[in-house]
């Protein structure tokens, strides 16, 4: 993966909610400004480190604490060849936020 630098480091650190957020919105909250992230990155690794697990879509839908796939405190997920601007997320439970690293790109060299 061709990693697309943030304009602010705290954008690599994000916090899932009980709410469902699109990643594009949870980078930009963590930055604490827009990163104008390109609508082309397809590429990301996603690590929950602490918190609550989270569920998330990769498809434009909506996920819920009991609808999209899981990934657990610890479990880190790559994904390639999706379009990130889809990508929303959400907490699995209870009232505590997850804290998630988060590094976004595109598959491959040739893909800007």
Known sequence: MV???L???AGHDITVTGTATSLYSLI???AGATQNLPTTLNGAVIQVTAGSNVS???DGTTPTADDGEIITIGEKKT????PLKL?????????TDA???V??????????
Not at 79 to 82: A, K, P, Y
Not at 103 to 112: E, Q
């Open 28 to 30: 930009d909250t963590a």
């Open 56 to 58: 998330f879509t990769a």
């Open 79 to 82: 994904l390639t060849g999706v």
């Open 87 to 95: 990508v929303k997320m959400i907490r699995t439970s209870g009232s």
């Open 7 to 9: 304009s602010a480091a």
């Open 103 to 112: 590094r976004v790109g595109w598959k491959d060299a040739t893909s800007t």
């Open 3 to 5: 990693e697309k630098a």
């Open 99 to 101: 804290t998630v690293k």
